[in-house]
């Protein structure tokens, strides 16, 4: 059974940082994908960054230049860098790993909370 564990939410005032970290539990097989996705109450989860195993890397473009995300493959790790953080940041930030062997499936965490204060 895959986990999926995120940290480093909280709270950060317009203009700061926060780092957000993922690690998957439970197989020691790599995920083809792993990303970050965020909702926003009213709207979709949407894409907020994505990596590849290949290191392909995938931004939303209201993030471009603002968050980086990286990947440590020895713990199938990835984190997410997130800069010069605006309220429109402010939401529940979910993990997401993609398998296409072993573990074969969609996988989620169960989100850890991102606010920014004007």
């Known amino acids: 059974q895959v986990r999926l564990v995120e940290s480093g939410g909280g709270l950060v005032q317009a203009g700061g940082s926060l780092r957000l970290s993922c690690s998957a539990s439970?197989?020691?097989?790599?995920?083809?994908?792993m990303g970050w996705y965020r909702q926003i109450p009213g709207k979709q989860r949407e894409l907020v960054a994505s990596?590849?195993?290949?290191?392909?890397?995938n931004y939303a473009d209201f993030v471009k230049g603002r968050f980086t995300i990286s990947r440590l493959y020895a713990k199938n790790t990835i984190y997410l860098q997130m800069s010069s953080l605006q309220p429109e940041d402010t939401g529940t930030y979910y993990c997401?790993?993609?398998?296409?062997?072993?573990?074969?499936?969609?996988?989620w965490g169960q989100g850890t909370q991102v606010t920014v204060s004007s």
């Open positions: 439970g197989t020691r097989i790599g995920a083809k994908t």
């Open positions: 990596i590849t195993n290949g290191d392909r890397t």
């Open positions: 997401n790993a993609q398998f296409i062997v072993g573990p074969i499936g969609n996988h």
